[in-house]
């Protein structure tokens, strides 16, 4: 007897290895199966599946020239921010986005501009954090240059939380910061 019950555990195991093997083999994967050749007759048209909904690409910074499509900013938040660019001065060959940084750095109303190259310079304003198209006009004035900036906006010198946006404009002739006026609207003026 004694014989008998130490043949009994290694059966036991090998019978519960057969068991969790056969378990395992039922378990497959129904995409490993191959459909047989015959489903399909030769020469009949395959539909191929379409995806229900394509991915709609987020935008990222972007440059753009006058008259093509908006610029979308680089915003610290990563709120969707687009700018239409409108040029009556006839003497802006590009404007693209800058590199915003987090927070606010200029207050409600104000801009700062800065001169990048000769023909370049980079205004940077403040704007809600949220997703938003603003609208921006640039004109002659005398011997400078003037940016309107069409967008939603608090009063001036509000304590309400905004966040940088940039923008890097290229002439065709040299320009100053210092002959760079900025004014605001708001979008329904």
């Known amino acids: 007897m004694n014989r008998l019950s130490s043949l009994a555990a290694p059966v036991a195991v090998l019978a519960l290895t057969v068991v969790v093997a056969a378990c395992g083999a039922s378990a497959a994967s129904p995409a490993a199966a191959t459909p047989s050749p015959a489903a399909t007759p030769t020469g009949a048209p395959v539909a191929t599946p379409t995806p229900a909904s394509t991915p709609r690409p987020t935008a990222s910074p972007s440059q753009g020239g006058v008259g093509d499509e908006p610029v979308h900013l680089d915003v610290a938040l990563g709120h969707d921010v687009s700018v239409v660019v409108t040029d009556r001065s006839g003497s802006l060959v590009g404007a693209a986005s800058g590199n915003a940084g987090d927070g606010m750095s200029v207050r409600w109303g104000d801009a700062i501009v800065r001169n990048v190259d000769p023909n370049t310079i980079e205004v940077t304003w403040a704007g809600f954090p949220r997703d938003e198209t603003v609208g921006l006009v640039v004109e002659a004035r ?24 940039v923008m890097v404009f290229t002439f065709a002739d040299r320009v100053a910061a210092g002959q760079v006026v900025v004014e605001f609207t708001t979008a329904d003026d």
Do not use: E, H, K, T
């Open 142 to 165: 005398g011997d400078g240059v003037l940016l309107r900036i069409g967008q939603d906006a608090p009063y001036p010198n509000s304590d309400a939380m905004g966040a940088d946006r």
